[in-house]
Protein backbone atom coordinates (compact mmCIF):
# COMPACT_ATOMS: atom_id res chain seq x y z
CA UNK A 1 0.00 0.00 0.00
CA UNK A 2 1.37 3.19 -0.89
CA UNK A 3 1.22 6.60 0.74
CA UNK A 4 1.94 10.19 0.68
CA UNK A 5 4.80 10.72 2.45
CA UNK A 6 4.75 14.73 2.39
CA UNK A 7 2.98 14.40 4.97
CA UNK A 8 5.15 12.92 7.31
CA UNK A 9 7.60 14.90 9.21
CA UNK A 10 11.09 15.69 8.06
CA UNK A 11 12.30 13.66 10.86
CA UNK A 12 9.59 10.44 10.17
CA UNK A 13 11.12 10.82 6.22
CA UNK A 14 14.55 10.69 7.00
CA UNK A 15 14.37 7.46 9.16
CA UNK A 16 12.12 5.25 6.58
CA UNK A 17 14.92 6.70 3.96
CA UNK A 18 17.64 4.91 6.47
CA UNK A 19 15.78 1.80 6.67
CA UNK A 20 15.14 1.66 3.50
CA UNK A 21 18.86 1.84 2.59
CA UNK A 22 19.95 -0.09 5.22
CA UNK A 23 17.56 -3.10 4.62
CA UNK A 24 19.14 -3.14 0.87
CA UNK A 25 22.67 -3.25 2.26
CA UNK A 26 21.97 -6.46 4.25
CA UNK A 27 20.66 -7.78 1.72
CA UNK A 28 16.91 -7.25 1.00
CA UNK A 29 15.78 -6.71 -2.49
CA UNK A 30 15.12 -3.28 -3.64
CA UNK A 31 11.90 -4.16 -4.88
CA UNK A 32 10.95 -6.39 -1.91
CA UNK A 33 11.79 -2.87 0.69
CA UNK A 34 10.13 -0.45 -1.31
CA UNK A 35 6.66 -2.72 -1.15
CA UNK A 36 6.77 -3.53 2.47
CA UNK A 37 7.32 0.49 2.97
CA UNK A 38 4.45 1.47 0.66
CA UNK A 39 6.75 3.62 -1.55
CA UNK A 40 6.77 3.92 -5.20
CA UNK A 41 9.11 1.43 -7.33
CA UNK A 42 11.51 3.81 -7.99
CA UNK A 43 11.35 6.04 -4.58
CA UNK A 44 14.47 4.05 -3.36
CA UNK A 45 16.97 4.00 -6.22
CA UNK A 46 18.17 7.50 -5.92
CA UNK A 47 18.93 6.70 -2.34
CA UNK A 48 20.76 3.79 -2.61
CA UNK A 49 23.10 5.95 -5.20
CA UNK A 50 23.56 8.82 -2.51
CA UNK A 51 24.03 6.57 0.41
CA UNK A 52 26.73 4.70 -2.08
CA UNK A 53 28.66 7.78 -2.97
CA UNK A 54 28.20 9.94 0.04
CA UNK A 55 27.23 7.57 2.84
CA UNK A 56 24.30 6.52 4.74
CA UNK A 57 24.46 9.96 6.69
CA UNK A 58 24.09 11.76 3.45
CA UNK A 59 20.02 11.21 3.68
CA UNK A 60 19.86 13.04 6.17
CA UNK A 61 17.28 15.86 6.48
CA UNK A 62 19.07 19.20 4.86
CA UNK A 63 18.50 22.66 6.39
CA UNK A 64 15.58 24.28 4.49
CA UNK A 65 16.60 27.74 3.27
CA UNK A 66 14.44 30.55 3.75
CA UNK A 67 14.45 34.00 5.60
CA UNK A 68 13.72 33.55 9.08
CA UNK A 69 11.33 35.16 10.67
CA UNK A 70 11.22 39.00 11.76
CA UNK A 71 9.85 38.72 15.25
CA UNK A 72 10.91 36.70 18.05
CA UNK A 73 8.72 34.13 20.07
CA UNK A 74 8.14 37.19 22.66
CA UNK A 75 7.78 40.20 20.71
CA UNK A 76 4.84 37.46 18.65
CA UNK A 77 3.14 36.91 22.18
CA UNK A 78 3.41 39.99 23.15
CA UNK A 79 1.33 41.24 19.60
CA UNK A 80 -1.36 38.66 21.07
CA UNK A 81 -1.70 40.21 24.59
CA UNK A 82 -2.31 43.64 22.80
CA UNK A 83 -4.80 42.21 20.71
CA UNK A 84 -6.74 40.29 23.68
CA UNK A 85 -6.27 42.56 26.39
CA UNK A 86 -7.57 45.59 24.50
CA UNK A 87 -8.80 47.61 21.30
CA UNK A 88 -6.81 49.99 19.58
CA UNK A 89 -8.26 53.01 20.69
CA UNK A 90 -5.92 51.78 24.02
CA UNK A 91 -3.22 52.83 22.23
CA UNK A 92 -3.63 55.63 20.37
CA UNK A 93 -5.27 54.55 17.10
CA UNK A 94 -9.49 56.09 16.43
CA UNK A 95 -10.76 53.19 15.34
CA UNK A 96 -12.35 50.61 17.44
CA UNK A 97 -12.03 47.09 16.05
CA UNK A 98 -8.10 45.29 14.81
CA UNK A 99 -7.62 45.21 11.44
CA UNK A 100 -4.46 43.78 10.31
CA UNK A 101 -2.88 47.34 9.09
CA UNK A 102 -3.48 48.46 12.67
CA UNK A 103 -1.73 45.64 13.91
CA UNK A 104 1.24 46.41 11.56
CA UNK A 105 1.56 50.18 12.66
CA UNK A 106 1.28 49.09 15.84
CA UNK A 107 4.19 46.76 15.46
CA UNK A 108 6.79 48.96 13.45
CA UNK A 109 5.71 51.83 16.02
CA UNK A 110 7.15 49.57 19.40
CA UNK A 111 9.12 47.29 17.46
CA UNK A 112 10.49 49.14 14.64
CA UNK A 113 9.90 46.13 12.67
CA UNK A 114 7.98 46.74 9.02
CA UNK A 115 5.19 43.73 8.36
CA UNK A 116 3.11 43.71 5.56
CA UNK A 117 -0.45 43.64 5.96
CA UNK A 118 -0.33 39.78 4.27
CA UNK A 119 2.42 39.07 7.12
CA UNK A 120 0.41 40.60 9.68
CA UNK A 121 -2.36 37.78 8.37
CA UNK A 122 -0.29 34.68 8.38
CA UNK A 123 1.15 36.22 12.30
CA UNK A 124 -2.20 36.43 13.76
CA UNK A 125 -3.11 32.86 11.96
CA UNK A 126 -0.29 31.28 13.79
CA UNK A 127 -1.23 32.81 17.17
CA UNK A 128 -4.84 31.47 16.27
CA UNK A 129 -6.56 34.63 15.99
CA UNK A 130 -9.09 34.51 13.67
CA UNK A 131 -11.02 37.52 12.34
CA UNK A 132 -14.29 37.77 14.45
CA UNK A 133 -17.74 39.86 13.63
CA UNK A 134 -18.42 42.34 16.08
CA UNK A 135 -22.10 42.01 17.85
CA UNK A 136 -24.11 44.71 17.08
CA UNK A 137 -26.21 46.36 19.57
CA UNK A 138 -27.25 49.79 19.86
CA UNK A 139 -26.11 52.41 22.21
CA UNK A 140 -28.81 53.33 23.60
CA UNK A 141 -29.73 49.56 24.46
CA UNK A 142 -31.41 49.76 28.15
CA UNK A 143 -30.54 46.18 29.61
CA UNK A 144 -32.91 46.63 32.40
CA UNK A 145 -35.73 46.93 29.95
CA UNK A 146 -34.84 44.03 27.48
CA UNK A 147 -34.85 41.78 30.72
CA UNK A 148 -38.51 42.77 31.88
CA UNK A 149 -39.61 42.68 28.57
CA UNK A 150 -38.37 39.05 27.84
CA UNK A 151 -39.74 38.03 31.38
CA UNK A 152 -43.33 39.85 31.67
CA UNK A 153 -44.34 41.17 27.84
CA UNK A 154 -42.71 38.29 25.68
CA UNK A 155 -44.86 35.07 27.62
CA UNK A 156 -48.40 37.50 27.47
CA UNK A 157 -47.60 37.68 23.12
CA UNK A 158 -46.63 33.98 23.64
CA UNK A 159 -49.88 32.61 25.48
CA UNK A 160 -52.29 34.92 23.58
CA UNK A 161 -50.88 33.75 19.99
CA UNK A 162 -51.32 29.80 21.40
CA UNK A 163 -54.59 31.04 22.30
CA UNK A 164 -55.71 32.09 19.39
CA UNK A 165 -54.31 29.38 17.26
CA UNK A 166 -56.36 27.02 19.63
CA UNK A 167 -59.19 28.94 18.45
CA UNK A 168 -58.08 28.79 14.78
CA UNK A 169 -57.65 24.98 15.06
CA UNK A 170 -61.03 24.79 16.55
CA UNK A 171 -62.57 26.74 13.95
CA UNK A 172 -61.08 24.70 10.92
CA UNK A 173 -62.07 21.73 12.51
CA UNK A 174 -65.46 22.48 12.13
CA UNK A 175 -64.95 22.77 8.37
CA UNK A 176 -63.31 19.08 8.69
CA UNK A 177 -59.70 19.88 8.51
CA UNK A 178 -57.38 18.22 10.82
CA UNK A 179 -54.51 20.95 12.14
CA UNK A 180 -52.11 19.47 13.79
CA UNK A 181 -50.35 21.60 16.48
CA UNK A 182 -46.89 19.68 16.48
CA UNK A 183 -46.29 20.68 12.17
CA UNK A 184 -47.42 17.30 10.83
CA UNK A 185 -49.52 17.24 7.36
CA UNK A 186 -53.04 17.37 8.41
CA UNK A 187 -54.87 14.62 6.97
CA UNK A 188 -58.69 15.19 4.64
CA UNK A 189 -60.90 12.32 5.63
CA UNK A 190 -62.70 11.24 2.33
CA UNK A 191 -65.26 8.81 1.46
CA UNK A 192 -63.36 6.02 0.41
CA UNK A 193 -59.45 7.05 1.61
CA UNK A 194 -57.53 9.64 3.16
CA UNK A 195 -55.30 12.13 1.26
CA UNK A 196 -52.94 14.49 2.89
CA UNK A 197 -54.06 18.41 2.28
CA UNK A 198 -51.29 21.35 3.15
CA UNK A 199 -52.33 23.94 4.75
Sequence with gaps: MKY???????????????????????????AEVSRSLGLGSRTIFPWLRTAREKGIEALSPKIRPGRGRKLSAIEEEEVKRWIIGGDPRQYGFDFGLWTRQIVSDLIFERFKIELSVSSVGTLLHRLGLTPQKPLRRAYERDEKAVN???????????????????????????????????????????????RRVLV
Design 4 to 30: DARKLSTEEQHLIRKIAVQRVFDGESA
Design 148 to 194: KWVKEVYPKIKSYLITTLAKLCVTVYKYSYLVDLQGNTPWLATRYSF
